[in-house]
């Protein structure tokens, strides 16, 4: 069973700057395209980003421009660095595959507030 531990988030203003982290506790997790997503108060969770194997990487539109994936396969590690964060970036932040398939982690809070 792969564990997912989420890390980096915290409270930062307006136009600051976050990187989160994904540890996963297997190697089959690197097999597929890994992606972060993201769980506001009383909204689904969304899919943010995703990169594959490869390296090829995937925005929703909100975001584009601002942050970016990336996945070391060596460490079974997945990153998003967050820039120029806004208020609405503000949810719980998760790593997954891009099509999810394993249990999910706990999640990292991100909140963008002044």
């Known amino acids: 069973q792969v564990q997912l531990v989420e890390s980096g988030g915290g409270l930062v203003q307006p136009g600051g700057s976050l990187r989160l982290s994904c540890a996963a506790s297997?190697?089959?997790?690197?097999?597929?395209?890994s992606a972060w997503y993201r769980q506001a108060p009383g909204k689904q969770r969304e899919l943010v980003a995703s990169?594959?194997?490869?390296?090829?990487?995937n925005y929703v539109d909100s975001v584009k421009g601002r942050f970016t994936i990336s996945r070391d396969n060596a460490k079974k590690m997945v990153y998003l660095q967050m820039n120029s964060l806004k208020p609405e970036d503000t949810a719980v932040y998760y790593c997954n595959a891009a099509t999810p398939r394993f249990a999910w982690g706990q999640g990292t809070q991100v909140t963008v507030s002044s």
């Open positions: 297997g190697s089959i997790f690197m097999i597929y395209a």
């Open positions: 990169v594959t194997s490869g390296g090829g990487t």
